[in-house]
């Protein structure tokens, strides 16, 4: 099923020089990939304590925007640098839920938004990465299958803060975004589920 993740391989080759200089500097991947996790987490303290202003939120836009590409180069010198490491793998896979839950949850305290809808969406993405990872241990590989991966999750809250910091007020459309962006993933961890399955029959 489509998803803004099958567009990675073509920013990984934009982001490949980047990551050579990076590698010669000594920047390992465990190193990209806490930042990612600070840089979530500094933004989402940010949008926490101000959510009563509107500007805030377009730091979310852009901080997903910076993550996303932190992610690609901590995988990139991984796979392409010989650092990877099982210490990296947990980093990565704990980083990437940790990151979601700080920069979406303090969207709880944005006016206009359901925060129980925010927190169903939070556990719901939080399941839809421990499907991908537990596939691996019935022999499948690590799935990312759509439509509500994290790219597809980043892409829509990236919008939702875009608008919203940009002054469009959010009722009554935005929870019916969020209702739907719940609605996709739990689609998604039935198709992830369901992959996996086929790649091991």
């Not at 101000?50 to 836009?61: I, Q, T």
């Not at 704990?94 to 969406?121: F, K, R």
């Not at 939070?122 to 991966?149: F, K, L, N």
């Amino acid at each position: 099923m489509a998803s803004v993740y099958d567009l990675k391989p073509r920013f990984q080759d934009l982001l490949r020089p980047v990551v050579g200089r990076l590698a010669r500097a000594g920047v390992s991947a465990n190193q990209v990939t806490v930042a990612a996790l600070l840089l979530s987490v500094v933004i989402g303290v940010t949008i926490g304590l101000l959510a009563e202003r509107a500007w805030p939120l377009l730091l979310l836009p852009l901080a997903l925007f910076v993550r996303m590409a932190l992610n690609a180069i901590d995988g990139m010198l991984a796979r392409e640098h010989a650092m990877a490491s099982p210490l990296g793998a947990i980093l990565n896979e704990l980083g990437d839920v940790l990151s979601d839950a700080a920069l979406y949850l303090p969207l709880c305290w944005v006016a206009g938004l359901s925060p129980v809808l925010v927190v169903a969406v939070v556990v719901a993405a939080v399941i839809v990465e421990m499907t991908g990872v537990v596939a691996v241990q019935i022999g499948a590989s690590r799935r990312y299958d759509g439509p509500m991966g994290k790219s597809d999750r980043a892409l829509a809250f990236g919008t939702l803060g875009l608008l919203i910091g940009l002054g469009v007020e959010p009722q009554p459309w935005a929870d019916w975004v969020l209702a739907l962006l719940l609605l996709l993933s739990l689609f998604t961890i039935f198709n992830r589920g369901r992959q996996a399955l086929r790649e091991i029959a």
